[in-house]
Nanobody
């Protein structure tokens, strides 16, 4: 069984920084893409940042220049968030997609990030 364990959420003032981490464990394919999504109250879940197994990154326009995604190892991904603003308040979800035929997609339970003004 695959588990995604997220950590690092919390309350921060506008302009502050937080670092989120996600570790995948269990029976997961060796090649995976990893990413972070977020869902604010009353809004749809949206992609924040994504990183491929080869290290190619992609960011939502709203976070470019402020957030940085990285892979600490093949099964751990981090999201460094800087210059946070209240619009970044949301539940952040780790996402993993197996790069295999019939590869599965997994989601973490989410970690809450609250940015106060």
């Amino acid at each position: 069984q695959v588990q995604l364990v997220e950590s690092g959420g919390g309350l921060v003032q506008a302009g502050g920084s937080l670092r989120l981490s996600c570790a995948a464990s269990g029976s997961i394919f060796r090649l995976i893409n990893m990413g972070w999504y977020r869902q604010a109250p009353g809004k749809q879940r949206e992609l924040v940042a994504h990183i491929t197994s080869g290290g190619i990154t992609n960011y939502a326009d709203s976070v470019k220049g402020r957030f940085s995604i990285s892979r600490d190892n093949s099964k751990t991904v981090s999201l460094q968030m800087s210059d946070l603003n209240p619009e970044d308040t949301a539940v952040y979800y780790c996402n993993v997609r197996e790069l295999a035929f019939n590869g599965k997609t997994y989601w973490g339970k989410g970690t809450l990030v609250t940015v106060s003004s």
